[in-house]
């Protein structure tokens, strides 16, 4: 298990789809990884959960910066993961080899 990200915000996606999480993650970070289907979740106050996540690749982008996923979960709230909230997962090592795009 590894930590993918500290959240910095969570905003919700409207219409109670569910909730996104930043930073973003460059693409690179998972080059040699499968990305996890599901991720845990450890809450500031020592509480943790394990979901099923959503890894999305946003539309627009700055063209200095390189491609980022974005984090989502469905049908959640932000106020229910505060900034601080850690997101794990478990990262499996890739037998192909995966181009970054930018």
Same mark, same amino acid.
């Given at each position: 298990?590894? #930590?993918?990200? %500290?959240?910095? #915000? %969570?905003?919700?996606?409207?219409?109670? !789809?569910?909730?996104?999480?930043?930073?973003?993650? +460059?693409?690179?970070?998972?080059?040699? $990884?499968?990305? +996890?289907? $599901?991720? =845990? &979740? @450890? &809450?500031?106050?020592?509480?943790? =959960?394990? @979901?099923?996540?959503?890894?999305?690749? +946003? @539309?627009?982008? +700055?063209?200095?910066?390189?491609?980022? $996923?974005?984090?989502? &979960?469905?049908?959640? @709230? =932000? =106020?229910?993961?505060? #900034? /601080?909230?850690?997101?794990? /997962?478990? &990262?499996?090592?890739?037998?192909?080899?995966? !181009? %970054?795009? #930018?």
């Amino acid at each position: 298990m590894k #930590k993918i990200i %500290t959240v910095e #915000k %969570t905003l919700n996606t409207g219409n109670k !789809k569910g909730v996104m999480f930043l930073p973003m993650i +460059p693409v690179s970070t998972f080059k040699d $990884y499968i990305l +996890p289907e $599901y991720i =845990e &979740l @450890r &809450l500031p106050n020592g509480h943790y =959960e394990k @979901r099923k996540v959503i890894f999305t690749i +946003p @539309r627009l982008k +700055p063209k200095e910066l390189e491609v980022q $996923y974005l984090i989502m &979960l469905k049908s959640e @709230r =932000e =106020e229910n993961f505060p #900034k /601080g909230t850690e997101i794990w /997962g478990e &990262l499996t090592k890739s037998k192909t080899q995966i !181009k %970054t795009i #930018k």
